[in-house]
DNA sequence: CAATAGTTTGATTAAATGATCAGAATTCAT
DNA sequence: ATGAATTCTGATCATTTAATCAAACTATTG
């Protein structure tokens, strides 16, 4: 018998089923968290029963793996479209930057389902995802290199390690989606804002 | 009756017990994970009984609460140590990055114990700890924020906006903690002067 | 229309969990 | 030393969970 899950061709309706599951799940997660969100509570928002969800996922590592590698992908998509519309290495930091920060406020319910899964999520050898040094690359970190390296190439930026500058970045983005304190006190255009100043001045470097 | 747990006076040997239960939940948060760090789990690592933690804790909740205290403490102690022993804004800057990295790389455990309770535990309304905008401040915040502004009274930094700006340094910091890859490609004295040289062409301000 | 493949449910199961309690063991005060 | 307070354990309980399965239901197709 061949493996319904890992087959590429899904009926019409399988698919639909999958992506109102998936739907269910995010919902489910933003408003209870991970550790509640149980098969029964997605099927409850879902509007399904239980046993549906096994019937399209092998299990429930399956159906997370599913929801974040959905969620991954959309927000790269996301981040990516708006920085390739931009061309030199300072523009390009900068559409970043900006897209970034304007994914979290737009899509805030996707970026707590994100955070939920990432530090909740283990793997069957029970790693977190949040340890995992992933062998596939991540496309948002792999582009802010890319424009990091293109910009010291082109003498727009001046020099610093390329790893530590991109976490940096990456950690001052990330910051606007776990510190509630800094939603309450800095409006999403301000602080994309002074990022893309601050982050302009350190990438003159040294 | 009065409260055993709120009641300030402990015997000797129940602070004893609580400093051991503090240690096994430490070393099973590190080791396992919030979710399958049980009691029971708890209870083997510090050779005692899963009933004997009821006895010392309320609940779980109050247990999980007394670690994330201690840890807490612990690492603020560590940090503004090292940063008051420096006298300029930019010096003091210099240090409380410095000692942040520094104490990741030295206590991994404590880190990781840190962040599966920060993104684990919940309130009794279920509402999660990282989304918590503490009434209570946190001292690391606090002190940073507080050398940003001195910083910008006599003129060693520029202008910018103190929250931002305490929020994409934290958020660098963070990341080393957060980023597996990141640890892999640089390391932590490497990365703590990069992150020094880049905040401090930063803090110069527009 | 009939048969086959795909979809859905409710009931059930086994495992794990946090909490409680009676009573045993230990420590402490007098 | 003896009674009282504290400390500790093993057993037990109620609850929750992911997963499974037979059977019912629906769509598709020849």
Same mark, same amino acid.
């Given at each position: =018998?061949?493996?319904?899950?890992?087959?590429?061709?899904?009926?019409?309706?399988?698919?639909?089923?999958?992506?109102?599951?998936?739907?269910?799940?995010?919902?489910?997660?933003?408003?209870?968290?991970?550790?509640? &969100?149980? =098969?029964?509570?997605?099927?409850?928002?879902?509007?399904?029963?239980?046993?549906?969800?096994?019937?399209?996922?092998?299990?429930?590592?399956?159906?997370?793996?599913?929801?974040?590698?959905?969620?991954?992908?959309?927000?790269?998509?996301?981040?990516? *479209?708006?920085?390739?519309?931009?061309?030199?290495?300072?523009?390009?930091?900068?559409?970043?930057?900006?897209?970034?920060?304007?994914?979290?406020?737009?899509?805030? &319910?996707? @970026?707590?389902?994100?955070?939920?899964? $990432?530090?909740?999520?283990?793997?069957?050898?029970?790693?977190?995802?949040?340890?995992?040094?992933?062998?596939?690359?991540?496309?948002?970190?792999?582009?802010?290199?890319?424009?990091?390296?293109?910009?010291?190439?082109?003498? *727009?930026?001046? *020099?610093?390690? $390329?790893?530590? =500058? &991109?976490? &940096?970045?990456?950690?001052?983005?990330?910051?606007?989606?776990? @510190?509630?304190?800094?939603?309450? @006190? $800095?409006?999403? @255009?301000?602080?994309?804002?002074?990022?893309?100043?601050?982050?302009?001045?350190?990438?003159?470097?040294?």
């Amino acid at each position: =018998m061949k493996d319904k899950h890992t087959d590429e061709k899904q009926t019409f309706i399988a698919d639909a089923r999958r992506a109102q599951i998936f739907d269910a799940t995010l919902m489910t997660l933003d408003e209870v968290g991970y550790i509640r &969100a149980s =098969m029964a509570q997605i099927a409850k928002r879902a509007g399904i029963s239980a046993a549906l969800i096994s019937y399209h996922f092998r299990d429930k590592s399956d159906l997370m793996d599913y929801t974040l590698m959905k969620l991954l992908t959309d927000m790269s998509t996301y981040v990516l *479209e708006r920085t390739e519309a931009a061309s030199s290495p300072r523009d390009k930091l900068k559409a970043y930057i900006e897209a970034s920060i304007a994914y979290q406020a737009e899509k805030p &319910a996707r @970026n707590i389902a994100l955070i939920e899964i $990432v530090f909740h999520a283990r793997t069957a050898d029970n790693v977190p995802y949040y340890k995992l040094n992933d062998d596939e690359e991540d496309p948002l970190e792999s582009e802010l290199l890319r424009i990091l390296r293109m910009g010291q190439e082109q003498k *727009e930026f001046g *020099e610093f390690n $390329v790893w530590a =500058m &991109a976490s &940096a970045i990456r950690g001052g983005i990330d910051e606007y989606a776990f @510190n509630g304190k800094l939603k309450g @006190n $800095v409006d999403p @255009n301000s602080y994309s804002m002074e990022l893309v100043n601050l982050f302009g001045r350190a990438v003159l470097g040294g």
